[in-house]
């Protein structure tokens, strides 16, 4: 079979690309190994950036954002019991919305199946081909039987561990781990909070967020070999009330519905292009989640690259020749934002010698006391959380 635009994976970044494509008049298929269930049943990010609402807006896919979405002004910084209110409205003049991946996720293949477009869940073994020619493609397995999707374009959206990346003859990486992973949960109880906390404690990172006015989504810093079995309800419980309290504050407990530990990488591909194929979110860069960046980020490419496929298809080549260099340009601004805001918050349980570990730990409450003590600090903050352009 015949489309213009191969897209493989069916996470925010590829079902969004359909949606850009398909406002064009540009044909695609989209190829997902996993079941329809799997998709729609990921918890993950919870933040949008003003610029990601604008572009879900200007595509008609905001009903449900509109409805649900929660909106906020600012966010909480927390550390030794003082926390402190930055005003993003005040600040910079912009908002953020709390809109879990999962509500997004559902909405996009609704407005999918609405139109009636081609995705395929539980297809297999994808592999591109022809990259470097006029004419490449994608072989697949889908229902038992092998498939071959001919195209103009191949779009890798298949996250961090997906085949397009590898596809990429003599790519290189720049990537870090971090000595501490994410402990999150979903909990049914309201909000303890307006805006986000995310706090700085002696026993580590905490941050209460949430999904709606009657769900909260909390996070600890726990060390990347614990298992989760080692958490109890209560023993998280006690953990984040810790680490959250201030005088005359109490979080509110509820039922636990999910909970998991989630390990934390800076990772950035040395180039999203190559011939035929483009990278787009997670295959090509992976932030730690404390600037709330990474399904931002994969916003942020596909709105360009949808941009670039739509000029090209119009006689325009240079915005998809420009693509790869500008979407990394503004994703190393969001590595450097994603890891200041991590290494700011967490404690460096990995420094062995117990002074420069103190050191450390103050040096990180001076940073946040500039930081909320000063308005040009404060600003830069809002102005990167919020979001830059695209
Ligand atoms: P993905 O969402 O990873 O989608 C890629 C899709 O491609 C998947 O559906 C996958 O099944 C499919 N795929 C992979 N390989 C193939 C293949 N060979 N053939 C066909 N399909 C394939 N970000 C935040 O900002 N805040 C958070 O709290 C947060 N929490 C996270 C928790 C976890 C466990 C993870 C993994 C990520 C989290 N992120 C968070 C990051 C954020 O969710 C991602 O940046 C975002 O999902 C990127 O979207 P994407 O579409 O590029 O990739
Ligand atoms: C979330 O709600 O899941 C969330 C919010 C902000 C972050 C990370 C995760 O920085």
Redesign the pocket.
């Given at each position: 079979m015949r489309t213009q635009v191969a897209i493989?994976?069916?996470?925010?970044?590829?079902?969004?690309l359909g949606h850009i494509l398909h406002r064009a008049g540009i044909s695609f298929t989209i190829?997902?190994?996993?079941s329809r269930e799997?998709?729609l049943g990921?918890?993950?990010?919870?933040?949008l950036e003003q610029g990601s609402v604008d572009i879900l807006r200007e595509l008609g896919l905001d009903a449900d954002l509109a409805e649900r979405g929660l909106t906020h002004h600012g966010i909480h910084l927390q550390y030794e019991g003082q926390r402190h209110h930055l005003d993003f409205v005040d600040l910079v003049g912009r908002t953020v919305s709390i809109y879990g991946?999962q509500a997004l996720?559902a909405h996009l293949l609704r407005e999918h199946d609405r139109i009636g477009s081609d995705v395929r869940f539980e297809?297999?073994?994808?592999v591109p081909h022809g990259l470097e020619t006029g004419t490449p493609s994608v072989a697949?397995v889908h229902e038992g039987r092998e498939v071959r999707i001919d195209c103009d374009f191949v779009v890798g959206?298949?996250?961090?561990?997906?085949?397009?990346r590898p596809a990429i003859p003599g790519i290189r990486a720049w990537e870090r781990s971090y000595p501490y992973a994410?402990l999150?949960i979903l909990a049914d109880v309201p909000p303890s909070t307006d805006d986000l906390i995310y706090a700085l404690h002696p026993d580590g990172f905490a941050m209460h967020?949430m999904r709606s006015l009657e769900v909260s989504?909390l996070?600890l810093q726990v060390d990347p070999g614990e298992s989760i079995d080692d958490w109890s309800d209560a023993r998280i419980w006690e953990a984040l009330q810790a680490r959250l309290g201030v005088p005359g504050w109490m979080l509110q407990q509820g039922t636990i519905t999910e909970k998991?530990i989630?390990p934390m990488r800076s990772f950035v591909a040395s180039t999203l292009e190559h011939g035929r194929l483009f990278l787009?979110?997670?295959?090509g860069h992976?932030?730690p989640?404390t600037?709330?960046?990474?399904?931002?980020?994969?916003i942020a490419?596909v709105a360009l690259l949808g941009r670039a496929l739509v000029a090209q298809t119009r006689g325009d080549e240079r915005p998809l020749r420009a693509y790869s260099g500008s979407a990394l340009a503004r994703q190393w601004k969001v590595q450097q934002f994603s890891q200041w805001m991590t290494e700011m918050l967490h404690v460096h349980r990995d420094v062995a010698d117990a002074s420069a570990r103190e050191f450390r730990y103050r040096s990180q409450v001076g940073q946040l006391e500039y930081t909320v003590g000063s308005r040009h600090a404060q600003a830069a903050l809002a102005e990167q959380y919020a979001g830059l352009p695209f």
């Open positions: 493989i994976g069916a996470g925010p970044a590829g079902l969004l190829l997902e190994q996993k799997y998709v990921r918890i993950r990010a919870g933040v991946q996720v297809a297999t073994d994808a697949a959206a298949d996250g961090y561990h997906g085949v397009c994410w999150g967020s989504r996070y998991s989630t787009v979110g997670d295959a992976i932030v989640p600037g709330a960046k990474g399904l931002n980020s994969a490419d």
